[in-house]
């Protein structure tokens, strides 16, 4: 029911690569229901650590393929990977193409910004005509692992410092997105998938959301307070999501998906 303030935001590549593989399979299946077949300038914004950007490199390979992410800490482990992908430091909320693109390619990353109809249909007018939009947001925002953060910020001596940054739902629902990119589309496909994840290790929920949702909450936050309120959150999700009888957890999580051509 709620978003971050993104002001503190600052990234973990090791805290997010933690659970690498469930990340990484909703970024290939959006990239499965794109039918471009020779698109010459293709950004993957949002890039992070680069290996979605290198995959899109490796299925158009005479692409000019730019990885843009707002991280240095993620493009610092991008530029590791020896690819000819060109990295991009830029601010996604004032992100404008060099080169009009065939395809903008976006995993788990739009979600952060605000204002989704303007976002959205300027990133569809940037493109050439018949490029793609290719876009994965996460939907889970109503589910406990988000809303215990919510209580877990009004239950404790923090909750002054940290309140202000709680934010509405940053996602809407799927007919939302049809409706803005609709007179804009030539073809337009919006689906949702709710993947029910396996995870292992203690209170794996609550390490997933470390590595997103709850960062910017744990930067606002100094000794003592900053283990107090994680101490919080953690005995929160842990009761609301118990381990099986082998240890692992399933933790269902919803994602939205939209891949739209222009006119």
Do not use: C
């Not at 950007?53 to 707002?70: C, F, P, Q, Y």
């Not at 909450?217 to 009888?245: I, W």
């Amino acid at each position: 029911m709620f978003s971050v303030n993104l002001s503190l935001m600052q990234w973990d590549p090791t805290q997010y690569l933690k659970f690498a593989d469930h990340r990484l399979r909703p970024a290939i299946d959006l990239m499965g229901r794109i039918t471009l077949e020779s698109p010459n300038v293709v950004y993957d914004l949002g890039a992070g650590t680069g290996t979605i950007t290198e995959m899109l490199a490796s299925r158009w390979h005479d692409a000019k393929v730019i990885g843009v992410d707002n991280s240095p800490e993620m493009l610092g482990e991008a530029s590791k990977l020896g690819t000819n992908v060109e990295w991009q430091v830029s601010d996604l909320a004032e992100w404008i193409p060099d080169h009009h693109p065939d395809l903008i390619y976006s995993n788990a990353a739009l979600h952060w910004l605000g204002d989704h109809e303007s976002l959205f249909t300027q990133l569809v007018e940037y493109l050439e005509t018949g490029g793609v939009l290719a876009v994965q947001m996460p939907r889970n925002f109503q589910a406990q692992s988000h809303t215990l953060i919510a209580e877990a910020v009004r239950s404790g001596p923090w909750r002054e410092k940290l309140e202000p940054l709680l934010n509405p739902s940053p996602v809407e629902p799927p007919d939302y997105y049809i409706r803005i990119l609709k007179p804009y589309t030539e073809t337009l496909d919006v689906w949702e998938t709710e993947y029910s994840q396996i995870l292992t290790g203690p209170n794996p929920v609550k390490e997933w959301t470390k590595g997103t949702w709850l960062r910017p909450l744990l930067a606002a936050l100094g000794p003592p307070e900053r283990d107090q309120f994680e101490l919080k959150y953690s005995e929160l999700v842990r009761d609301a999501y118990p381990p099986m009888s082998d240890g692992s957890t399933v933790f269902p999580f919803r994602r939205l998906f939209i891949v739209a051509t222009k006119k």
